[in-house]
């Protein structure tokens, strides 16, 4: 059965903090890994990764894929207070759905 | 910009209920998803459609079914609302999965439904 395994399920931290936060999967055919923030409403899309060793970066995030390990990380760096949400990896295998883990909650406090 | 919209943002419906829940995006997307997200459960995946009149069972996909009559609309239908069907329930559209990849999916802002 295919699942993505986030962790930490939550995970609060102090602005200027660096955190990273962990994808694991087990995907047949595993195609990409898309990394999306939610904060009140409706996720947003962040990053998509399909090959390995190769970092994606975005301002204070970024994230890297592990394709023989079956990981990814996300780290934020000089985390700021609207960085809080619920951090959502997500993985597709050969058919057009995306499985997604649970998500991990973070806070930033000031 | 993609857009995605759901009728409602909040709804409040009684048990054995009929619901509806519209989904609409703007950008001729092939793809439509409908997902509910329960605390701890993440985002489940209930049912999914490539084409018009084209449904696949997602993860979950008991006590739902859905419609896509037109390419830029993806109803959800609970033919008999049951508590335990209380959710957030999210939408969301796509392209068509790319050869080294996906295409990132587009959500709707969400509908928290509440059945009593």
């Known amino acids: 059965e295919d699942k993505v395994v986030q962790s930490p399920l939550s995970l609060v931290v102090h602005e200027g903090d660096t955190v990273t936060l962990n994808c694991s999967y087990e995907v047949t055919n595993f195609r990409s890994l898309l990394w999306y923030k939610q904060e009140k409403k409706a996720p947003t899309f962040l990053f998509m990764l399909?090959?390995?060793?190769i970092e994606k970066k975005s301002g204070r995030l970024s994230s890297i894929l592990d394709k023989k390990e079956l990981f990814s990380i996300l780290n934020i760096t000089a985390t700021q207070t609207g960085d809080s949400a619920i951090y959502l990896c997500a993985v597709g295998g050969s058919q057009g759905n995306l499985i997604f883990g649970k998500g991990t909650k973070l806070s930033v406090k000031p | 910009d993609v857009k995605v919209t759901q009728s409602s943002r909040y709804l409040v419906k009684r048990t054995g209920e009929k619901v509806f829940l519209e989904c609409v995006q703007d950008?001729?997307?092939?793809?439509m998803f409908w997902y509910r997200q329960d605390p701890g459960l993440g985002l489940r995946l209930i049912y999914f459609?490539?084409?018009?009149?084209?449904?696949e069972k997602g993860d979950i996909p008991e006590g739902y079914s859905v419609s896509r009559e037109k390419k830029e609309r993806f109803s959800l239908i609970l033919e008999s609302a049951s508590t335990n069907q209380t959710s957030m329930y999210l939408c969301?559209?796509?392209?068509?999965?790319?050869?080294?990849?996906?295409?990132?999916?587009?959500f709707g802002p969400g509908t928290r439904l509440t059945v009593l």
């Open positions: 399909t090959s390995s060793g």
């Open positions: 969301a559209s796509s392209l068509p999965r790319l050869a080294g990849g996906h295409n990132e999916q587009f």
């Open positions: 950008m001729d997307h092939e793809n």
């Open positions: 459609s490539y084409d018009v009149k084209m449904k």
